[in-house]
């Protein structure tokens, strides 16, 4: 059974930094492309970033530059360092792994940032 389990959200001065953590068992991680992806209020949900395992990295144009995605594939871990938070960043965060047609989430985290 997959399980991603989320930590570090939180509250956060406009400008401020989080950082957020995902453990995933349950699954191949090192062949998986794991991500986050972040809902807000009314809002569809939308990929923040994600790393496949060549270790190549992808980002919303609204995070490029704010936002880092790594991963240990020793610790199965996937993590955010989200920096110069702004009100707009407020949501729900979901780790993400999708591996072999399947995708899997965590529960989310919710992080939010006030003006």
């Known amino acids: 059974q997959v399980q991603l389990v989320e930590s570090g959200g939180g509250l956060v001065q406009t400008g401020g930094s989080l950082r957020l953590s995902c453990v995933a068992t349950g699954i191949v991680f090192g062949a998986s492309t794991m991500g986050w992806y972040r809902q807000a209020p009314g809002k569809q949900r939308e990929l923040v970033a994600d790393?496949?395992?060549?270790?190549?990295?992808n980002y919303a144009e609204s995070v490029k530059g704010r936002f880092t995605i790594s991963r240990d594939n020793v610790k199965n871990t996937v993590s955010l360092q989200m920096n110069i938070l702004s009100p707009e960043d407020t949501a729900v965060y979901y780790c993400?792994?999708?591996?072999?047609?399947?995708?899997?989430w965590g529960q989310g985290t919710q992080v939010t940032v006030s003006s």
């Open positions: 790393m496949p395992s060549t270790g190549s990295t």
């Open positions: 993400t792994a999708y591996l072999w047609g399947r995708r899997f």
